[in-house]
């Protein structure tokens, strides 16, 4: 199965996360890419800690306010090409790609090669993709597919990311 979890709103990669923790409650095997962050975000210092999840971040740093470098291409390609041998090697049963979504809208990978990838996805392993701007073919490859909507977010009232919360 293939899930996607995309919009505007707060909660894309918390809910994929809420996903890899029934799982390993469930005594599956989760593996999470993650795209266009690096960093020691607050949730990996617990996910490290569980033997059955393993993480690994594939981008360089925040880069929002300005064009990604050839640097991040490649960092986003060879996340791709990792992520290609761990579903080849079938030994997790959830696999994360977070942020992929942004890699895509970002052109540091190609959508074709997505695509691709989620066609030799075995019928025993789940997949989730997360962040923005969910292209349309994904989508349409996706069984399921949750947009996250911002109604509201204490950001506009100034309320900078806070630790626990946002990261």
């Known amino acids: 199965m293939i899930q996607v979890y995309t919009g505007k709103g707060k ?8 996903l890899a923790l029934r799982a390993i409650g469930a005594g ?10 690096k960093g020691q975000y607050s949730e990996l210092k617990i996910l490290r800690k569980i033997r059955r999840i393993k993480i690994e971040q594939f981008g360089r740093g925040c880069f929002i306010k300005k ?35 942004i890699a895509l809208y970002l052109k540091l990978l190609k959508l074709e ?7 030799f996805i075995s019928e025993d392993t789940e997949v989730i993709l997360t962040g923005r701007y969910a292209p349309r073919k994904i989508i349409e490859i996706a069984d399921l597919v949750s947009e996250i909507k911002e109604i509201k977010h204490y950001y506009k009232k ?9 990261f």
């Open 11 to 18: 909660g894309k990669t918390t809910a994929s996360l809420g």
């Open 28 to 37: 599956k095997k989760v593996y999470i890419a993650q795209f266009c962050k």
């Open 67 to 101: 064009r990604p470098s050839k640097k991040d291409i490649e960092s986003a390609q060879k996340g791709l090409e990792r992520v290609k041998d761990i579903i080849n090697k079938r030994k997790y049963n959830v696999i994360i790609l977070d942020e992929v979504n």
């Open 113 to 119: 090669s997505i695509v691709e990838l989620l066609r």
């Open 158 to 166: 100034g309320v900078r990311a806070r630790k626990g919360f946002e």
